[in-house]
């Protein structure tokens, strides 16, 4: 079975950075055949859950962004994709929220068709 735990979630002031990660573990042959993909989602109170940033480790697959972080934000991973990060920058208050890894087949954008996720760390932004 897939497990997917992430970590790095804090409290910063506006401006600020955090680097969170996510390590995958367990299910290597359930793996290799079902995540080309991974990335990050994240959700505020109230909101619904929005799609941040995607790596693949397909060649033909590029990088992708919400635009709303382009700019901000970058996601990497690791060979052979068993972890991924995303290192953001010049943090603002709407930018909080409970952030999500996630893994599957690229591009990763409907939450609904995507079957790991994390329990989430939590991104508080504060002025």
């Known amino acids: 079975q897939v497990q997917l735990v992430e970590s790095g979630g804090d409290s910063v002031q506006v401006g600020g950075s955090l680097r969170l990660s996510c390590a995958t573990s367990g299910g290597s042959y359930e793996y290799r055949y079902n995540v080309n993909s991974m990335g990050w989602f994240r959700q505020a109170p109230g909101k619904e859950r929005e799609w941040v940033a995607t790596?693949?480790?397909?060649?033909?697959?590029?990088?992708t962004y919400a635009d709303s972080v382009k700019g901000r934000f970058t996601i990497s991973r690791d060979n052979p994709m068993r972890a991924v990060y995303l290192q953001m920058r010049n943090l603002q208050p709407e930018d909080s929220g409970l952030y999500y890894c996630?893994?599957?087949?690229?591009?990763?954008?409907?939450?609904?068709?995507?079957?790991?996720w994390g329990q989430g760390t939590q991104v508080t932004v504060s002025s």
């Open positions: 790596v693949s480790n397909r060649p033909s697959a590029p990088t």
């Open positions: 996630v893994a599957g087949y690229w591009p990763l954008r409907d939450p609904e068709t995507i079957d790991y």
